[in-house]
């Protein structure tokens, strides 16, 4: 069974604290995937990453930042956290998708963090 | 701008009754679709995918369409059950090597014993 977990299931910060939540996967997947979910938003694509070092913005990257030293790594970093980061944080991993080929994300159980 | 919307938002059933679930995508140009589960305070559970050139998937109870030129599916789950409530979510993906997924906002069904 394909495993993702996040370092923690609940966690409360203090505004312009430095938040780092952690994503471990263990299937060997290459690609991995950041995303927050609110209400009436649904999931929002924060940051991926596709190899080791490598990594794209997604959809609302701003007051995020991400690092991936290891293959089953990836980390989420809020430098300064802000009361707008209130919010459920999921990651997700998959593998690199090949021509003709289909394969579907899997996510871990989320962290919900409350910035104060 | 790929943009996925769900209706309804939110659906409460009597155990033992059908139900339909619907999703719809602004691009059809889409490469797959996926139907995910989601209990409360967790994460997502994939249920269903249907790959661009199919009109169907089945699993159990659930059988999920799509319509690429109407930009449509639906979930249709049979005889609910109370441990069918959770959220619903369709998510559509461009067919990239990322397999980078655009999601709707959910249907969060109740269903009652």
């Known amino acids: 069974d394909v495993k993702v977990t996040q370092s923690s299931r609940y966690l409360v910060k203090r505004t312009g604290e430095k938040v780092f939540l952690e994503c471990v996967q263990d299937?060997?997947?290459?690609?991995m995937f950041w995303y927050r979910q609110d209400p009436g938003l649904g999931l929002r694509l924060i940051y991926f990453?596709?190899?080791?070092?490598?990594?794209e913005k997604g959809d609302i990257p701003e007051g995020y930042s991400v690092s991936r030293e290891k293959k089953e790594r990836f980390s989420l970093i809020l430098e300064s956290a802000s009361t707008n980061q209130t919010s459920m944080y999921l990651c997700?991993?998959?593998?690199?998708?090949?021509?003709?080929?289909?394969?579907?994300?899997?996510f871990g159980p989320g962290t919900r963090l409350t910035v104060l | 701008k790929q943009e996925v919307t769900q209706i309804p938002a939110a659906l409460s059933v009597p155990e033992g009754e059908n139900l339909v679930l619907n999703c719809s995508f602004t691009?059809?140009?889409?490469?797959?679709l996926q139907w995910f589960r989601q209990d409360p305070g967790k994460g997502l559970t994939s249920l269903l995918l249907?790959?661009?050139?199919?009109r169907e998937q089945t699993s159990g109870r659930l059988n999920a369409s799509l319509d690429k030129s109407s930009g449509r599916s639906t979930l249709y789950i049979a005889a609910s059950q109370p441990g069918d409530s959770a959220t619903y979510l369709c998510?559509?993906?461009?067919?990239?090597?990322?397999?980078?997924?655009?999601f709707g906002t959910g249907t969060l069904l109740a269903v009652q014993p």
């Open positions: 997700a991993s998959s593998f690199l998708r090949l021509a003709g080929e289909t394969n579907t994300q899997y």
């Open positions: 299937m060997d997947h290459e690609n």
């Open positions: 990453s596709y190899d080791v070092k490598m990594k």
């Open positions: 691009d059809s140009a889409i490469y797959n």
């Open positions: 249907i790959q661009s050139s199919q």
């Open positions: 998510a559509v993906s461009d067919g990239g090597a990322t397999n980078k997924l655009i």
